[in-house]
């Protein structure tokens, strides 16, 4: 596997994206939404106790 040789340009694709996800962060936050972690967290407990469930009643049939 190659490893990824920087283009010039990068640097600016890289801070444009930065900025702007601290913008998007900034405004959300200002919103009162909730952050990423907030949302995602619960998610992968919930998938994961059923799938812990699944895989416990797929041994029992």
Same mark, same amino acid.
């Given at each position: %596997?190659?490893?990824?040789?920087?283009?010039?340009?990068?640097?600016?694709?890289?801070?444009f994206?930065?900025?702007?996800?601290?913008?998007?962060?900034l405004?959300?936050?200002?919103?009162?939404?909730?952050?990423? &972690? &907030?949302?995602? %967290?619960?998610?992968?407990?919930?998938?994961?106790?059923?799938?812990?469930?699944?895989?416990?009643?797929?041994?029992?049939?």
């Open positions: %596997m190659k490893l990824y040789e920087p283009k010039k340009g990068d640097g600016k694709e890289l801070a994206n930065f900025i702007g996800g601290a913008v998007v962060a405004i959300f936050a200002a919103l009162g939404l909730p952050s990423i &972690d &907030d949302i995602i %967290m619960p998610a992968f407990f919930i998938i994961g106790f059923i799938s812990l469930v699944g895989g416990i009643f797929s041994k029992l049939l």
